[in-house]
Structure formats: structure tokens, C-alpha cells
């Protein structure tokens, strides 16, 4: 005779219990990797004024200038025309550097604060990038490890707006030859080589100045 408890017992073997959610582990940046990767990405004997095996343009590799007066030591200025980022140093000069801009009306001029800086930063792809061009970002939803490959590159200064990420970044980028161009969905990008170098003169909480794409700016070369 078949009673209530053996249809029970069956219908316990027959399900397991609840499925817990498993969530996507987050991207990683192991600090062990980190001196490694520096040096895959920095070439043999760099110079940073005469190296150059990405083929860029001469005018792109970094060098001091003169800074116009009345620019404020230690900010950040991206001339969206010529390509370049200046960062204004205490001796009435810069060092500039070759970026690029992003593409089309994804530029956004504007001054902000440089709240964070990160050593190979992870990464994870806006919601309006995903939208935007969901075949290059819809597999990057949950996050991209930190690494040569990464879109952030070996350095990220990250663009606040007061206490609001705008999710605008001056980063390295493993792609060096959108160096003199527009090619990033907001971001300014750098050569990673040239990054590294820029990186320990930056403090947090000075402004970077993104000037408009229309307007000519900064430092006489």
C-alpha cells in the first residue's frame, strides 16, 4: 500500500533544494602580476622622449614645453585639437603627451576632479556602452580582469564630477595606434609606456581639464 509518506520521500529524492544565486566573481588584479606586466609593456632601453616602437608620430612622444601662465601647478589639460595632454609642472613648464579623444559627440569637454588613480585597474563596460555597440561590450558585462589586454591598460585617472564617477577615465591603452585620433566611447587615452611615467607625478584631487574638440589651448611647444 502506497501511503502519503512514500510520495513524500519520492518527491524529496526526485528535487534538491533551492538553487542559490551564484554571482559572477568580480575582476581581479593580482598586485604579484603587476611589476611583470610593467615590463612587457615598457620597451627594451626606453627613453620616453626618443623611443617609439609603436610608429607614432614624433609630435606625440612626451616632452617638456612652456606652459602658458596662470595655469595651476599639477592639473591636467587635454587639447582635444592637437592631440595632446599637458600636466603643469612647478617650473613655469609642462610635460605633454600624445592622447586620443573619443569618437563622434562621446568627447565630453568639461573640468573635472581626479578623485582615484589605479595601478592596472580592472574594468567593466558602462550600461550605454552596452547598449551602444552590444557585439564589442555585451561579453565584458561582469568585468575584465587587469592585464595587458585590459581597455584601462597599466594606468586610470578616474573623473569626478564633485562626488558623482562620471565614468571618464585618462588611461593607458593597449591599442597605441588610436594615439592622434578619436577612438574611445569617452576616455582619453595615452600609450601605457607614457602612463607609467605620468602616473606618480599626479595627485588626487587635482583637476584635469578637458578642453573642447573646437578650441585651441595650452603650452607652447
Not at 587635454?78 to 569618437?103: N, Q, S
Not at 555597440?133 to 578616474?158: C, I, T, V, W
Not at 602612463?195 to 578642453?211: E, F, K, M, R, W
Amino acid at each position: 500500500m502506497l501511503t502519503r509518506r512514500h510520495f513524500t520521500i519520492s518527491a524529496a529524492a526526485l528535487f534538491s533544494a533551492p538553487i542559490a544565486h551564484i554571482a559572477s566573481a568580480a575582476p581581479t588584479s593580482p598586485k604579484s602580476k603587476w611589476d611583470v606586466w610593467d615590463a612587457q609593456i615598457t620597451p627594451a632601453a626606453y627613453d620616453p622622449a626618443r623611443s617609439n616602437p609603436w610608429g607614432l608620430h614624433r609630435r606625440f612622444l612626451p616632452q617638456r614645453v612652456e606652459a602658458n601662465a596662470g595655469l595651476k601647478v599639477g592639473d591636467i589639460h587635454v587639447d582635444a585639437v592637437a592631440r595632446y595632454l599637458y600636466h603643469i609642472d612647478a617650473e613655469g613648464t609642462a610635460m605633454r603627451y600624445g592622447v586620443a579623444i573619443a569618437k563622434g559627440n562621446l568627447y565630453e569637454p568639461g573640468v573635472y576632479t581626479i578623485r582615484r588613480k589605479t595601478k592596472w585597474p580592472t574594468w567593466t563596460p558602462t550600461p550605454a556602452m552596452i547598449e551602444r555597440e552590444p557585439d564589442q561590450y555585451k561579453q565584458h558585462e561582469e568585468g575584465m580582469n587587469a592585464g595587458p589586454s585590459n581597455p584601462l591598460g597599466s594606468r586610470a585617472f578616474y573623473l569626478f564630477s564633485g562626488n558623482r564617477d562620471t565614468y571618464l577615465r585618462i588611461h593607458g591603452s593597449p591599442n597605441p595606434g588610436s594615439i592622434g585620433g578619436r577612438a574611445s566611447s569617452g576616455c582619453v587615452r595615452m600609450v601605457m609606456a607614457h602612463i607609467n611615467g605620468l602616473y606618480d607625478n599626479v595627485s588626487t584631487n587635482v583637476s584635469a581639464h578637458l578642453h573642447s574638440a573646437e578650441e585651441h589651448l595650452s603650452a607652447n611647444s
